[in-house]
Nanobody
Framework: QVQLVESGGGLVQAGGSLRLSCAASGRTFSRYAMGWFRQAPGKEREFVAAISWTGGSRYYADSVKGRFTISRDNAKDTVSLQMNSLKPEDTAVYYC?????????????????WGQGTQVTVSS
């Protein structure tokens, strides 16, 4: 099994930045795709960003493209999400996820393990 723990959430003003981190434990050997999803009140969980196990392929939701950057450090079994130019509509609980395949996807149903989430609140 894989355990995931997110950190870095908090309250920030519009236009500000936050960096989320997700630490994975278990014998993953970093050979899995990882992704970030978010869920706002009254909304379904939506895709934010994903990265292949090599880090060679990255995908972003249109709503965050150009503002967010996903990265990973396989030696540390971590994935990060740098969020810049934050908007109030970015407010949500952010979850990291692991897919037991190296190819990243945008489909939340393809991911096998999930963290507990970290709250990001952007004030206007």
């Amino acid at each position: 099994q894989v355990q995931l723990v997110e950190s870095g959430g908090g309250l920030v003003q519009a236009g500000g930045s936050l960096r989320l981190s997700c630490a994975a434990s278990g014998r993953t050997f970093s050979r899995y795709a990882m992704g970030w999803f978010r869920q706002a009140p009254g909304k379904e969980r939506e895709f934010v960003a994903a990265i292949s196990w090599t880090g060679g392929s990255r995908y972003y939701a249109d709503s965050v493209k150009g503002r967010f950057t996903i990265s990973r450090d396989n030696a540390k079994d971590t994935v990060s999400l740098q969020m810049n130019s934050l908007k109030p509509e970015d407010t949500a609980v952010y979850y990291c996820a692991v897919r037991l395949v190296g190819i990243a996807t945008m489909d939340r149903y393809e991911y096998d393990y999930w963290g507990q989430g970290t709250q990001v609140t952007v004030s206007s």
